[in-house]
């Protein structure tokens, strides 16, 4: 017999996926690493505060914490951190989160042991192992000078005992450095103000010589507009790396001088760097590179045979791979990813087909009946171009929605703004379709995974062209007939924030909006905010302040006059890139407007919310603020 659902207004249904089953299956993975037959990787974990553990799998199978509590590996280079450690012959290499100072930890080790003893604000990140010269390299930030940080790569001996060397500096910023098999070249990236890693970069190589400093520097490859990433040796000592010089993040590797496209299709291969320490490929032998790729905004895990560039799909029904890539050697793969029905897990891949989930996502008392599936969408925008996103309609085992009524509409805008959304499950959208809203998550043009063209659409172009995207994806989904026209809401954080804010001051198509830690006044931004941001606007806008009215005129705390409809705020009050005045400005000047506002601050949050309690007030309070918009009853559980 066939279960009958319960017709109720939408936004009423009674959801089983509430803010407390998020939070049980919130715990995110970073920095995936292998070291011979052990698998690593970071959890973040908010039942704990937020903190972050390494986990370590063994050659037995068991799965176990490997650092002991207090210590978080979590490091804030570039303030979005990656790259928290690496291990050598069993024993961790970890930046602690409390102090950012380098700490060993062996078997032998009773407590993790500090080797860095830096006194005042100085990081590390995106750790290599030199065994040959018992040392680590590393990113170092330090934020002890005057003025702007600097940002070095040096050499730390893995004992503590002994200084620190600077192997090189100079450039910006530097990331990924990799040495060759023989361990007597290194090869890494750096940039310069006022590019961003997805803008333009260069590969540098150097000679170590016998005292272990670096000699013969030479930039290989960056030319003018080509962002490089992800450099790594071939088990055969060829230099492959990331490149979108065709105008898509291909795989390439130098031959004789000649650089050569090992993936020469209209798909890419990485992801925008955000963080350190990520890479989507890997070496099995020095013929075969496994790889993640994305077309469409939809990933696949491949095995790639280099002499004839052909691919061979790996049969993981992985639709999605997260911002810690793959790691690879001769016999184990090892991702984070996730499908349209299952959030996402590491997994660990052997080269005889064997998949393995080694971190449990699964969600008790929650019904797949409940899931929303995506559905891809494509549709016209402003300038006749075209769009892109994940529509999810209203989905519940146990109701429905009246014949007579439509759906709300929730659009949301992803942060970066140089980034992009994916279609594995995310229980903070299925906790909205579940409850009777549809869902739209944009990919508007600036996003990464349709190529470098659409990804430059954004250039000059922030607060528009996303703007537009957004309020199109609403206006297409209206012309459908899939949703109430009357109750459309819009919800983003960080630069998806300032989109909401930017979409509310636009159009009149939204009747409430969200913002979580949103930019609100552009010139405090690029007055304000830390050194890896501090000329990303440059691209985005222009330069500053040769440019402030146009920063002015695009800032929605200077056009609030232009919003009539309610508005949410909230904000991390220890945020350091985007900064509570930001939020705070914002609801001062529509108090002053009277447009009901709502603003809700926590103490000891940063960008992005990671301690249980501020999540569950922070949905509860989006449910309670869309209920009093839309007009429908909150029905618990919540």
């Known amino acids: 017999m066939t279960d009958i659902k319960k017709i109720a207004p939408y936004g009423s249904w009674q959801s089983s996926i509430t803010s407390e089953k998020i939070i049980s299956s919130g715990n995110s993975y970073t920095d995936l690493h292998i070291e011979k037959d052990m698998t690593y990787w970071i959890e973040m974990r908010p039942q704990e505060e937020g903190r972050c553990v390494i986990v370590r799998r063994s050659e037995d199978n068991s799965v176990r914490d490997a650092i002991p509590k207090p210590f978080s590996a979590r490091t804030t280079v570039h303030e979005y951190g990656g790259g928290s450690f690496t291990t050598c012959d069993g024993v961790i290499y970890f930046v602690n989160f409390a102090d950012q100072n380098i700490y060993r930890y062996g078997p032998k080790d009773q407590h993790p042991i500090p080797i860095t003893k830096d006194e005042g604000d100085i990081r590390y990140a995106n750790f290599i192992t030199d065994k040959k010269r018992k040392r680590l390299i590393s990113i170092e930030e330090n934020h002890t000078v005057s003025g702007e940080a600097i940002n070095s790569l040096v050499s730390i001996p893995m004992s503590g005992d002994g200084p620190k060397a600077y192997l090189t500096s100079g450039a910006d910023f530097y990331s990924s450095p990799v040495l060759n098999p023989s361990n007597n070249t290194l090869a890494w990236v750096q940039w310069n103000h006022p590019n961003m890693p997805w803008d333009e970069t260069e590969l540098w190589i150097a000679d170590i010589t016998t005292e272990g400093t670096l000699a013969n520097k030479r930039k290989i490859r960056g030319e003018p507009g080509e962002s490089i990433c992800h450099p790594l040796w071939s088990p055969d000592e060829i230099l492959h790396f990331v490149s979108d010089l065709n105008g898509w993040w291909n795989i390439y590797r130098i031959e004789k001088n000649n650089t050569v496209n090992v993936t020469p299709v209209e798909a890419e291969f990485t992801q925008a760097q955000w963080g350190l320490g990520s890479r989507y490929y890997g070496f099995t032998d020095r013929h075969t590179i496994v790889a993640a790729m994305n077309k469409q905004g939809i990933w696949e895990l491949l095995y790639i045979d280099i002499p004839s560039k052909k691919f061979k799909k790996i049969s993981s029904e992985i639709s999605d791979i997260g911002r810690s890539g793959i790691k690879v050697n001769s016999s184990t793969i090892i991702f984070e990813g996730a499908r349209t029905n299952e959030s996402f897990s590491v997994f660990l891949h052997n080269t005889l087909g064997y998949v393995t989930k080694l971190t449990s996502n699964?969600?008790?008392?929650?019904?797949?009946?409940?899931?929303?599936?995506?559905?891809?969408?494509?549709y016209a925008t402003s300038s006749n171009d075209t769009s892109h996103a994940f529509y999810y309609a209203p989905q519940n085992s146990r109701f429905k929605g009246p014949d007579v009524e439509l759906p709300p509409l929730i659009v949301m805008s992803h942060g970066g703004p140089t980034g992009a959304t994916n279609t594995s499950l995310n229980l903070q959208i299925q906790y909205w379709t579940s409850r009777g809203f549809a869902v739209v998550d944009v990919n508007y043009r600036g996003s990464t995974g349709y190529g470098t063209k659409y990804r430059r659409k954004l250039d000059g172009n922030w607060g528009i062209v996303d703007v537009e995207d957004c309020i199109n994806s609403a206006r297409f989904l209206i012309a459908m007939g899939a949703v109430d026209s009357k109750r459309?809401?819009?919800?983003?954080?960080?630069?998806?924030?300032?989109?909401?804010?930017?979409?509310?001051?636009?159009?009149?198509?939204?009747?409430?909006?969200?913002?979580?830690?949103?930019?609100?006044?552009?010139?405090?931004?690029a007055q304000d905010t830390h050194k890896f941001e501090s000329r990303y606007l440059d691209s985005l806008i222009g330069p500053y302040p040769e440019n402030e009215e146009l920063y002015k005129s695009r800032s929605p705390l200077f056009n609030t006059k232009e919003i009539s409809c309610p508005i949410i705020l909230f904000q991390g009050l220890e945020d350091r890139i985007v900064p509570p005045n930001q939020s705070e400005s914002m609801m001062k000047s529509l108090k002053e407007i009277n447009v009901p506002v709502t603003y809700l601050e926590f103490e000891g949050e940063q960008h992005g919310f990671r301690k249980s309690e501020t999540i569950k007030k922070a949905l509860y309070s989006e449910l309670k603020?869309?209920?009093?918009?839309?007009?429908?009853?909150?029905?618990?559980?919540?």
Do not use: M
């Open 625 to 638: 603020f869309y209920s009093q918009v839309f007009g429908f009853t909150i029905t618990k559980p919540f």
């Open 362 to 378: 699964e969600i008790d008392g929650v019904s797949t009946g409940d899931y929303s599936i995506p559905t891809p969408i494509t």
């Open 488 to 525: 459309i809401g819009i919800r983003g954080g960080s630069a998806g924030g300032y989109t909401t804010l930017s979409s509310l001051v636009k159009s009149n198509v939204f009747c409430a909006g969200a913002s979580y830690y949103g930019v609100s006044d552009l010139r405090s931004l």
